[in-house]
């Protein structure tokens, strides 16, 4: 029996079909712009920006199976679409409407874009299914069920749990990461203030080797300018000594004396400000 649809039901049918074309139009896009990414900025793109188009693309998918599970949209496999008329010519309309992917609505293409049944392979596949699975026992089907979800139920806890232990593994690392290395930091401001691990350099006077009485320039306190004391004493001993000032014993008039100078180094140190 053909039943006539009342004007109500028409329109909303057609609010149901224009809904769905909508949404599709909305997946087909994300996945367009997925795809062009893909192709064309592979090398910049990352992993959360992958994750993000699949989340995208995931979210639309969910509206639309909503919007065909809706109480208020028809079940579209109870509506029959009949070809009205059958032409090889080209049609415009058709190619707008198909995005340029049906030219002409003809004999060729009819069966192919208004098929309701699978193709004969896959029918026959399936019927082999079907066939299979009527010959299990209800208790043997049970149990493959239930491996089968034990089997999925595994799965997901190993890929959730490795998620949960990466997201914590990068966490830790972008808190704890340093930038620096303590021990070269302070060998550094050591070297800087102190001198510390910097060679000395110490040179020789001029005029000859250093006296039992003299002490080297520069070989005060470290840090800071030193002050060296040259001792002079007279004596016979220090007669003829290279480097050294010959002594006032003997002149006429003069009585031995002991001369101690005090004279500033001119070494400073390296680093002092």
């Keep these: 029996a053909v039943t006539v649809m009342q004007p109500q039901e028409e329109k909303q049918l057609e609010s149901s079909v224009d809904a769905i074309i909508s949404r599709v139009a909305d997946l087909k896009n994300s996945l367009a712009a997925f795809i062009l990414k893909l192709e064309n900025e592979f090398d910049r793109m990352n992993w959360p920006s992958v994750l993000d188009n699949f989340a995208l693309v995931s979210g639309q998918l969910n509206t639309l199976n909503k919007l065909l599970r809706n109480d208020k949209t028809p079940i579209l496999r109870n509506q029959v679409i009949i070809p009205l008329l059958l032409s090889p010519d080209r049609d415009d309309e058709l190619m707008k409407l198909t995005e340029g992917r049906v030219p002409v609505f003809s004999h060729e293409v009819v069966p192919d874009h208004l098929r309701t049944k699978p193709d004969p392979e896959v029918e026959e596949q399936e019927k082999q299914l079907s ?138 140190h390296p680093y002092q400000r």
Excluded at 142 to 167: A, P, W
Aim: net charge positive.
């Design 131 to 268: 066939a299979e699975a009527a010959r299990l026992a209800p208790d043997v089907a049970q149990k493959y069920v239930q491996s089968m979800n034990k089997m999925c139920s595994n799965l997901l806890d190993k890929l959730n749990n490795t998620r949960e232990e990466r997201e914590s593994e990068s966490g830790a690392l972008r808190q704890n990461k340093q930038t620096f290395n303590p021990a070269d930091t302070n060998a550094l401001v050591a070297a800087i203030g102190f001198g510390k691990g910097l060679s000395k350099l110490i040179r020789q006077p001029q005029g000859g080797p250093v006296s039992s009485g003299q002490s080297v320039p520069g070989g005060g306190l470290q840090g800071g300018p030193s002050l060296s004391q040259v001792t002079i004493q007279g004596g016979p001993s220090q007669q003829g000594m290279p480097g050294q000032i010959p002594s006032q014993q003997g002149l006429p008039g003069k009585m031995p004396s002991t001369i101690k100078t005090n004279i500033k180094s001119a070494s400073m």
